[in-house]
């Protein structure tokens, strides 16, 4: 299983990216893919994710309001539009993917589950 993501780069505080993650290997159309992200000296953390289960989404409360997450099933993708970059959104961004359904409290369920499938990160910089 690989996750590619792209669409990372150095973008102006109040600008905006759109990080794309393809899945190829196995098929996530019916779990869950998402997006966590790693900022120099700070853990991993969840960002955001989209369930098959009723579409579900869920998303850091960080990040609400400015970050979108989307999926294509066809495509076997996820991607996430960032609006209204700020300098702490400046991090690594990393895909992520299960082959479970989670619903609720995404972000609590999945990060206490574990993740199936990690990507390579994608970098993000966002100067002020």
């Known amino acids: 299983v690989q996750l590619q993501a792209s669409g990372g780069g150095l973008v102006q505080a109040g600008g905006s990216l759109r990080l794309s993650c393809a899945a190829s290997g196995r098929t996530f159309s019916s779990g869950t893919m998402g997006w966590f992200r790693q900022a120099p000296g700070k853990e991993r953390e969840f960002v955001s994710a989209?369930?098959?289960?009723?579409?579900?989404?869920d998303y850091a409360d960080s990040v609400k309001g400015r970050f979108a997450i989307s999926r294509d099933n066809a495509k076997n993708m996820v991607y996430l539009q960032m609006n209204s970059l700020k300098a702490e959104d400046t991090a690594v961004y990393y895909c992520a993917a299960d082959d479970r359904a989670f619903d609720g409290n995404i972000a609590a369920i999945w990060v206490r589950s574990g993740v199936n499938y990690w990507g390579k990160g994608t970098q993000v910089t966002v100067s002020s």
């Open positions: 989209i369930s098959w289960r009723r579409s579900s989404t």
